[in-house]
């Protein structure tokens, strides 16, 4: 599995922003995947994540009401709309997929997201 993150940029508070995530293997369809986020001088965290089918998502308490995470099967894309964006949300985001064993397993080159007060 193959991953890569995109549509990062620059935003004032407020704003929004959709991440893109082009995801390559076969299973993809079958693995949960979420977006991470990892500011500076702080862990990497799970931001949302979603089943493989869509059914069944979640999202960190800081992001609840403001970022949707999404999935195509058919085009092996995953999305994270962003929206009220705030200073706090900067980070480099990156998208991740399961492996077999249920873990993140497989990890995309991140994507800058920078919130301007």
């Known amino acids: 599995v193959q991953l890569q993150a995109s549509g990062g940029g620059l935003v004032q508070a407020g704003g929004l922003l959709r991440l893109s995530c082009a995801a390559s293997?076969?299973?993809?369809?079958?693995?949960?995947m979420g977006w991470f986020r990892q500011a500076p001088g702080k862990e990497r965290e799970l931001v949302a994540d979603?089943?493989?089918?869509?059914?069944?998502?979640y999202y960190e308490d800081s992001v609840k009401g403001r970022f949707t995470i999404s999935r195509d099967n058919a085009k092996n894309a995953l999305y994270l709309q962003m929206n009220s964006l705030k200073p706090e949300d900067t980070a480099v985001y990156s998208c991740?997929?399961?492996?077999?064993?249920?873990?993140?397993?497989?990890w995309g080159q991140g994507t800058q997201v920078t919130v301007s007060s």
């Open positions: 293997g076969r299973t993809v369809s079958l693995r949960g």
């Open positions: 979603i089943s493989s089918g869509g059914e069944t998502t």
């Open positions: 991740a997929a399961r492996s077999r064993m249920g873990a993140f397993g497989f």
